[in-house]
């Protein structure tokens, strides 16, 4: 049997301020594609607690670098080789790691808290080298299996990314994005996960002792030999039914719609209205689009992820309702009540949430009050006059929306992007 190759030690080379702007300077010409660019090479440097927030830095090798206490909030590290990196404790609030190569890396400790890293490559790892008799060495460096213990991943996007076999006990994943992300074989004992999207990820092997899923949506999502002894799976989203079944409203769905629709345009005379109040809608083919469900009753339904654009829910009653991922762009919203709803990376741009207005110069006002919204897109929609107390807005998008006279006390509008 082969021995394994044994670990050599490889000292990080110190770098002067002047030489690091030289390099910094190069790399700005090479994304200029100017004359004298060249991408920043970065491998094996010790870069400990280097302020280089906001810079880009996309496509550079940094390689093994030291990065502990850096400041990196906001930088482009997009395609960026990260390597057997040592990132503890480094502030990378916002940064974008799209496509990064960090295997093997040390994310102990360090602040990712609204990164992006689609797509990015956080697997195990080792580096190594070729000696000139030809034999492999290994460089000693950190541990085998990229580390993200104690590190801050909150509303983190790590779509598409791969962390198999990676280790992030205690880690804090609440309510990231991490659709279709591969975690076989990972280490999330005790991590926190409450409300993040794990639809479609696949966690075959994991060990996710202790973790908390609270709100976290599982809808499809591999959960092959997982071991799951004292996690916390309270209100977590599957494909399972999450409230009451379709059966059991009275006929067939379908009918039940198209009745409600029949009452809602004959302002009563014809047709019946519709409660689908604990409801989950999800089984519903094609979603809602463009459906003319006024004054449409659901206390607490489930529509996770359903196709509402353009949909008619003027006056309805959603309070508590599970919209996260509903796509409700141009939707006619005027006088709905979404109290403590649900709208994490909901679509709603251009729809319209401003009053419904009555005979007399009476109007309903809407009611967001409570509702989580994190990230949800608002780009372009009428918010005028809506209630919005205490609503959580974090990450929000505002881009372009209408605002007179909203009410927004004790709103969290924490990293939302405001109208202009």
Request: proline letters at 2%; one cysteine or more; a neutral charge.
């Amino acid at each position: 049997m082969q021995a394994h190759p044994a670990s050599v030690l490889r000292s990080r080379d110190p770098i002067s301020q002047a030489e690091l702007e030289q390099i910094l300077r190069r790399s700005d010409l090479y994304h200029q594609a100017r004359p004298g660019g060249q991408r920043a090479l970065l491998a094996y440097r010790d870069l400990t607690g280097v302020n280089l927030a906001g810079r880009d830095l996309s496509d550079a090798d940094l390689s093994a670098a030291f990065l502990c206490d850096a400041n990196l909030e906001g930088a482009n590290l997009n395609g960026a080789t990260l390597f057997g990196c040592n990132l503890s404790r480094a502030n990378l609030r916002n940064a974008s790691l799209v496509r990064a190569d960090l295997r093997g890396a040390s994310l102990r400790e360090a602040d990712l808290t609204g990164a992006n890293l689609f797509d990015a490559d956080l697997r195990d790892g080792r580096l190594a080298r070729k000696t000139r008799a030809g034999e492999i060495e290994y460089i000693a460096v950190e541990p085998d299996s990229t580390v993200l213990v104690g590190a801050t991943m909150i509303n983190a996007n790590l779509t598409q990314a791969r962390l198999s076999g990676s280790v992030a006990v205690h880690t804090d994943f609440t309510d990231a994005m991490m659709r279709d992300t591969k975690l076989v074989r990972a280490d999330l004992r005790n991590a926190t996960m409450n409300g993040a999207n794990l639809e479609g990820a696949d966690l075959s092997g994991a060990n996710l002792r202790g973790a908390s899923l609270r709100n976290a949506v599982l809808v499809n999502t591999a959960l092959v030999d997982v071991e799951m002894d004292g996690a916390d799976m309270t209100g977590a989203l599957t494909k399972s039914e999450a409230g009451r079944t379709l059966e059991e409203l009275g006929g067939p769905v379908v009918e039940r719609l198209r009745r409600h629709e029949l009452w809602a345009t004959t302002d009563g005379a014809d047709g019946q209205p519709l409660d689908i109040s604990g409801f989950d809608l999800r089984k519903v083919e094609g979603g809602l689009p463009r459906r003319q469900l006024s004054a449409l009753v659901g206390f607490n339904a489930v529509l996770y992820g359903m196709n509402l654009e353009g949909i008619a829910l003027q006056a309805a009653q959603l309070e508590g309702a599970d919209l996260r991922a509903c796509r409700l762009a141009n939707a006619d919203l005027r006088g709905i009540n979404l109290k403590g709803a649900r709208l994490n990376y909901a679509d709603l741009r251009d729809c319209n949430l401003g009053p419904l207005m009555l005979a007399n110069g009476r109007m309903i006002q809407s009611k967001l009050e409570g509702i989580d919204g994190r990230h949800a897109d608002f780009r372009g929609a009428n918010l005028q006059r809506a209630l919005f107390r205490g609503a959580n807005l974090s990450a929000a998008n505002l881009t372009g929306a209408r605002l007179d006279g909203i009410d927004l006390t004790d709103a969290n509008l924490l990293g939302s992007l405001k109208a202009r």
